[in-house]
């Protein structure tokens, strides 16, 4: 749980921060756009299409972290480009997600589609990786009592020799339950570039903040919309609490652990599920609905895959 919370607050840091930069004037302050409500992007990855976007840029050229007369718009921007290096994470990673977005928005005629598709693609490329490590708290939860005993047995015994014996036990009850205890560093280690790679490919892509889905403008924060008089942004803060705590919901039911420790766990599930409700008012559209679509898809999963495995 507590690995997961930690990994939700980088995300989240990551959307305002990261390999992103934000764009700010010679004072130090952000560069807002006023329609919408969004911190413009520093080092965007091609022209906006906006004509007015367009000249908010070129008036702060001189702040930016690329040449603007470098970048092609978006819908010609490269998969690869050879005549800017900006670093392996960018080119193979960021770049090549931004382009899947861009290509296939144009294919199904919205961005904001293409981003809830391209998120939901990432989850299912990582589906195995996922079933792994739900099959490994289950067999984790399974052997927690044989844990809790060997706790128990060895509580007061600090010498060398104990320790070792109890290292020993320790691991024939891992092998028991076929428990890799690196299994969810892995699967962590996988899938985060993936993700953060693909929010930054969203940060950078200012066509993306551009574009409408239904009744939100992608670029525009839900405060900035409610703002405005458009009342159906409160359908994403909402959607955004509810699949939040389910998934915290669903983590915790595979933990195991004292009644103190599950508590502390409660607690900062709840306290977690806030921070990010309110953490999402200031999010673009664009972003809430990835955060939103993959979250449902991970409380689904994980309800199927705990279901077979039971």
Not at 5 to 29: H, P
Not at 109 to 126: D, E
Not at 166 to 181: A, G, H, R, V
Not at 301 to 307: S, V
């Amino acid at each position: 749980m507590k690995k997961k919370i930690i990994i939700l607050v980088t995300i989240m840091l990551l959307v305002t921060t990261g390999c992103t930069k934000t764009l700010s004037d010679g004072d130090n302050n952000k560069v807002i756009n006023e329609e919408t409500g969004q911190s413009l992007t520093s080092n965007i990855l091609c022209l906006p299409e906006d004509e007015k976007l367009l000249e908010t840029y070129k008036e702060y050229e001189e702040y930016m972290d690329v040449d603007l007369d470098s970048l092609s718009t978006c819908e010609n921007m490269k998969i690869y480009e050879s005549e800017s290096y900006n670093g392996l994470w960018v080119q193979f990673f960021v770049r090549p997600l931004a382009w899947c977005i861009i290509k296939l928005g144009e294919f199904v005629g919205n961005y904001g589609l293409s981003v809830m598709i391209v998120g939901l693609l990432i989850r299912l490329i990582i589906l195995p990786l996922s079933a792994k490590s739900v099959k490994q708290q289950d067999n984790m939860r399974k052997a927690q009592p044989e844990l809790e005993r060997l706790e128990v047995k060895y509580k007061d015994k600090t010498d060398q020799d104990s320790m070792m014996k109890k290292s020993q036990e320790m691991l024939l009850i891992y092998k028991k339950y076929n428990i890799n205890p690196m299994s969810s560093c892995l699967v962590s280690f996988i899938q985060l570039p993936l993700f953060f790679a693909f929010l930054e490919a969203i940060n950078r892509v200012p066509a993306i903040f551009e574009n409408n889905f239904w009744k939100f403008q992608l670029g525009t924060t839900p405060l900035v919309g409610i703002r405005n008089g458009n009342y159906y942004y409160f359908i994403l803060i909402i959607l955004i609490v509810v699949f939040t705590a389910l998934s915290f919901k669903n983590s915790m039911n595979s933990i195991v652990g004292s009644s103190e420790q599950m508590k502390q766990t409660k607690f900062m599930m709840i306290f977690m599920t806030v921070f990010i409700g309110i953490a999402s008012i200031q999010l673009p559209s664009a972003i809430a609905l990835y955060w939103v679509v993959t979250n449902a898809f991970n409380v689904v999963q994980t309800l199927i895959l705990k279901k077979r495995g039971s």
